[in-house]
C-alpha cells in the first residue's frame, strides 16, 4: 500500500489515470473509515475520536476479530496513520481549513440547500442583477458568494451583495491551501462548491440567468435519483475524443463514457458547467479529485516537459463528469433539455427561381402561363448570439449563459442588451444542416424553418432583469 503515497511521476493521461486509479483506492478506505468514525445518535451527527479507549472498555471487540488487545490497537494505529499520510497525498488543500477530508464531509451531513456563485470585481455587478432577479422569480434560498481575497472583490462589492436578503460573502483565499500551485480563475467553482456551507448546492455562473426558479432542479427526478446534474454543451465541432478517453479512464469504460458525444464523435465537448447541480455528501470524493484537476493537476509546465489538465481540456467544464468517473462514481446525469440559441431573428433571402416546363423554358413564357405546383419552401430564419439557452424537458427556456449583452467582453460602455424574442433548438446531429456556426467573439450562428417565440412571462422575465442590471449599473 505505500506505493499509493508515493509521488506520481506521470504527466499527462498518464497521471490523470493513476489519479484515478488511486482516488478509487481511497474512496474504500475512507468510506470504512468513515463507517468507524461517524456516529448519529437522535439527529446530531460527531466524529468520535475515542476509539481507542473504546477497545479497552470493550475486550470483547479483539476476541471476536481473534486478535488481542495490543494487535487491534496497532492495527488501528497503521490504518490511521496509512489513510493520513494517503489523503494528504491526493489532496492536501483540505488543510489546516478543515482537520482531514471527514471533518470536511461531516458538515454536509444535515440537510441544507443552497446557492453558491463565485466571483470577482468584475463579475459582482453580474451578481448584484442576477441574485436580484433571482429573488424576483421566487427564489428563496441562501446564497454564498465565494471570493478570492480583498484583490479579487472589493469590501464595497461584498457590503452590497451581503445587504441583500439572506446572502454571504465568503473568502475562499484563507479556506485552500493552495503551496505549489495558485488558486484562480475557472479553477475555483469546485473549491466553491466544497467549502461552501450547503449540503446541496446549485452552482450558478457570475453570468448566467434563470427564466424560472432555480430551485425546481433540485426536484428533476434524475437528480433526485442520481444527486448529481449536469448540463450539455453546444452540440457542435465534431471531433472523436475516444482514444483520449482510453487513455485517462480506468477499465472497464462506463456504458455512460460510451454514449457520449466525446465517445462518439458528435463533439469535443460534452458539458457546460454553467450550472453545476450537486449533493456533496453523495458525491465527495468525486468533488475532490474534480478539485485536483483544476488545482494541483491543472497547469502543465512545457519547460519541464509536463502536461496538465488545461492542456487537454477547455477550462472546468468536462472536469466534473470526468471526474465522477475517474473515481468510479456513474451517479450523475446530464440534463434531457436541449441547447438552443436565444436573441431576434433574421429571415433569410429567398432565392426565386422560376419554375421551368419540359423543354426548360420557363413556365411563365409558355402558353396559359401555368404555374408551378410545387408548394412552397417554409422561410428560414437565422439567430445569432453569444448566449447559449437550455431548455427545460417540455421545450421552454430555463436558463442561459453569456449575460445579457452582444459581447460581455466589449469595453463599449454604452452597449445596448440583446434584443431577445425567439429562439431556435439546436438540431439532435451537429452534421445536420442549420447546425451550429461559430463567429467571432464567441458569438454562435443557427439557422432554421422552426422558430420558437418567447412567452409574454418570459419577456417579462427578461425586462425585469435588464431593469436591475440598469439599475445597479451592470449596464447602461
Known amino acids: 500500500m505505500s506505493a499509493l503515497i508515493e509521488p506520481i511521476k506521470d504527466t499527462g493521461e498518464a497521471k490523470i489515470r493513476e489519479t484515478g486509479l488511486r482516488s478509487r483506492s481511497f474512496k474504500e478506505l475512507f468510506e470504512a473509515w468513515e463507517k468507524l468514525h461517524l456516529v448519529s445518535h437522535h439527529g446530531v451527527s460527531y466524529i468520535r475520536n475515542d476509539i481507542i479507549q473504546y477497545l479497552r472498555a470493550h475486550a470483547d471487540v479483539a476476541k471476536g476479530l481473534r486478535t488481542n488487545m495490543a494487535g487491534i490497537i496497532h492495527s488501528y494505529e497503521a490504518y490511521r496513520h496509512f489513510l493520513a499520510y494517503f489523503s494528504e497525498a491526493l489532496f492536501p488543500w483540505i488543510t489546516p481549513y478543515f482537520s482531514d477530508p471527514m471533518s470536511m464531509r461531516a458538515q454536509y451531513l444535515n440537510q441544507s440547500r443552497g446557492l453558491v456563485f463565485s466571483a470577482g470585481n468584475r463579475q459582482a455587478p453580474y ?25 479579487d472583490l472589493s469590501e464595497d462589492f461584498r457590503e452590497e451583495l451581503e445587504v441583500l436578503p439572506d446572502v454571504v460573502t465568503r473568502d475562499l483565499s484563507r479556506m485552500v491551501n493552495d503551496d505549489g500551485w495558485t488558486l484562480a480563475g475557472w479553477a475555483g467553482k ?18 448566467s440567468l434563470f427564466f424560472r426558479n432555480p430551485e425546481e432542479l433540485f426536484e428533476y427526478p434524475s437528480y433526485q435519483k442520481t444527486g448529481a446534474l449536469f448540463f450539455k454543451d453546444r452540440l457542435m465541432l465534431p471531433q472523436s475524443k475516444k482514444d483520449w478517453l482510453q487513455q485517462i479512464l480506468p477499465k472497464p ?36 479529485m474534480v478539485a485536483r484537476m483544476n488545482g494541483p493537476d491543472r497547469d502543465g509546465k512545457k ?24 473515481v468510479g462514481d456513474l451517479d450523475y446525469t446530464f440534463h434531457a433539455g436541449d441547447a438552443a440559441v436565444m436573441g431576434s431573428a433574421q429571415p433569410e433571402p429567398q432565392t426565386v427561381q422560376p419554375a421551368t416546363g419540359d423543354q426548360g423554358a420557363s413556365v411563365a413564357s409558355t402558353k396559359g402561363n401555368v404555374p408551378s405546383t ?39 460602455k454604452y452597449q445596448k442588451p440583446g434584443n ?31 422558430v420558437l417565440d418567447l ?21 447602461n
Not at 519541464?304 to 465522477?324: A, R, S
Not at 418570459?458 to 425586462?463: C, F
Open 455 to 475: 412567452s409574454r412571462d418570459e419577456v417579462d422575465v427578461l425586462g425585469m432583469t435588464v431593469d436591475i442590471a440598469k439599475r445597479v449599473g451592470a449596464i
Open 127 to 151: 451578481l448584484l442583477t442576477s441574485i436580484q432577479s433571482l429573488r424576483r422569480i421566487g427564489c428563496t434560498l441562501p446564497i454564498e458568494v465565494m471570493y478570492l481575497g480583498d484583490s
Open 253 to 288: 469504460i462506463s456504458q455512460k463514457v460510451r454514449e457520449t458525444r466525446m465517445w462518439t464523435g458528435e463533439s469535443a465537448h460534452m458539458q457546460e458547467s454553467g450550472v453545476v447541480v450537486v449533493d456533496k455528501w453523495k458525491h465527495f470524493v468525486a468533488l475532490l
Open 190 to 207: 469546485p473549491f466553491s462548491i466544497l467549502y461552501s456551507s450547503f449540503r446541496e448546492v446549485i452552482f450558478i455562473d457570475a453570468d
Open 420 to 450: 431577445f424574442t425567439s429562439y431556435i433548438r439546436e438540431p439532435r446531429d451537429s452534421r445536420s444542416s442549420g447546425s451550429w456556426e461559430l463567429k467571432q467573439n464567441n458569438v454562435c450562428c443557427m439557422t432554421s424553418t422552426s
Open 374 to 412: 410545387s408548394p412552397p419552401k417554409p422561410p428560414k430564419h437565422t439567430i445569432c448570439a453569444p448566449q447559449l439557452l437550455h431548455l427545460d424537458s417540455n421545450g421552454r427556456p430555463l436558463w442561459f449563459n453569456g449575460w445579457l449583452l452582444p459581447n460581455k467582453f466589449s469595453g463599449d
Open 303 to 326: 519547460d519541464q516537459g509536463l502536461v496538465g489538465v488545461y492542456d487537454m481540456v477547455y477550462g472546468d467544464k468536462e472536469t466534473f463528469w470526468l471526474g465522477w468517473e475517474l
